[in-house]
């Protein structure tokens, strides 16, 4: 009887030297727990999402509290509000929702028309003015990177929670913009850097998801 090797997932072995490098940056830095411990929970939630599990939604809820409390530490307080405020309870609805629309595992997805599309970019353009009007107040040297992030990321969030396939290629945009914010940072200050390879494999993560939810476009309904 022949065994069957079994091939371990890139994004496995990936994960694992992320850890590594985590765990590594986190002593050597010297940094703070509650600056780091929202990524180790993220690279676990990312490989879930890279494998479109509605799972990671309820996990990734309780760890916006825990980004929320990091961003603030680092001055990014666009992303703090977005994490505690948006995304948490936003994840959980998104959890609860996919839950309800799965058949057979497979979660019921939606995507715009091209005048929805416009639509989009429109609310976005609008509500990236409105928030840079309100945390203007703060001062923030990073503020028109963590605006755009924190935008971005509202949009996917909101999108994902009413399971429209549009926020996979989002949340692309949002970690390749994360890894230009975080590539500044790091230049400052190079502990930042730990946040700068979780990034990276934030993006390769939701590439793969981009991949596997546009797979599933074909049987979308256009709305």
């Not at 002593?27 to 939630?45: Q, T």
């Not at 913009?177 to 850097?193: C, E, H, T």
Request: proline residues 2%; hydrophobic residues 55%.
């Amino acid at each position: 009887m022949k065994s069957k090797i079994q091939v371990i997932s890139p994004l496995k072995i990936l994960a694992f030297f992320v850890l590594i490098y985590l765990v590594f940056g986190t002593f050597f830095f010297r940094l703070h727990i509650a600056n780091v411990l929202p990524l180790f929970v993220s690279v676990v939630i990312m490989f879930l999402q890279s494998r479109v599990n509605r799972y990671a939604f309820l996990i990734g809820a309780l760890n916006s509290i825990l980004y929320a409390v990091a961003y603030f530490y680092m001055t990014l307080y666009s992303s703090a509000a977005y994490a505690l405020l948006i995304s948490f309870p936003l994840q959980v609805i998104t959890f609860f929702r996919w839950q309800n629309n799965t058949h057979q595992g497979v979660t019921d997805i939606r995507r715009f028309t091209k005048k929805g599309r416009l639509g989009l970019f429109l609310f976005m353009a609008l509500t990236w003015i409105l928030l840079f009007i309100l945390f203007s107040a703060f001062e923030s040297e990073y503020l028109i990177v963590d605006n755009t992030v924190a935008v971005v990321g509202i949009v996917a969030t909101l999108l994902c929670a009413m399971r429209y396939s549009e926020y996979a290629a989002l949340q692309v945009l949002t970690n390749c913009i994360s890894i230009v914010l975080y590539s500044y940072m790091a230049l400052k200050d190079p502990g930042r850097s730990v946040w700068l390879v979780f990034s990276v494999y934030s993006t390769v993560c939701s590439s793969v998801a981009f991949i596997r939810m546009n797979s599933k476009k074909k049987g979308a309904r256009k709305i």
